[in-house]
Nanobody, 123 residues
Framework: QLQLVESGGGLVQPGGSLRLSCAAS????????IGWFRQAPGKEREGVSC????????NYADSVNGRFTISRNNAKNTVFLQMNSLKPEDTAVYYC????????????????WGQGTQVTVSS
């Protein structure tokens, strides 16, 4: 069974950091583009970042550029999202998705999804 599992979410104060992980089971990630998305209550799912299958190309939403860093370790079948200088507006459920093809922050093009991990930024 093909599955993505996110982890690393939690409660953090403004200005703090978290590192999210997206691990695959049932398939290897090295052929897939991986995207990170987030969805806050009452809002549409937003593309945060994506990384090419080789890891040589990345893309970030303007709202997180310079604060978040996406990376991957294909040997460990895992993709990471390092989130620094977190703000209350970063609060959301974060999801990772996998697709074949080009890096994209549009959620409609992704074939596999994890169940999400909650990130709450609050003092």
């Amino acid at each position: 069974q093909l599955q993505l599992v996110e982890s690393g979410g939690g409660l953090v104060q403004p200005g703090g950091s978290l590192r999210l992980s997206c691990a695959a089971s049932g398939f290897t990630l090295d052929s897939y583009v991986i995207g990170w998305f987030r969805q806050a209550p009452g809002k549409e799912r937003e593309g945060v970042s994506c990384i090419s299958s080789s890891g040589t190309s990345t893309n970030y939403a303007d709202s997180v550029n310079g604060r978040f860093t996406i990376s991957r370790n294909n040997a460990k079948n895992t993709v990471f999202l390092q989130m620094n200088s977190l703000k209350p507006e970063d609060t959301a459920v974060y999801y990772c998705g996998a697709r074949i093809g080009r890096c994209s922050r549009w959620y409609g093009g992704y074939d596999y999804w994890g169940q999400g991990t909650q990130v709450t930024v609050s003092s």
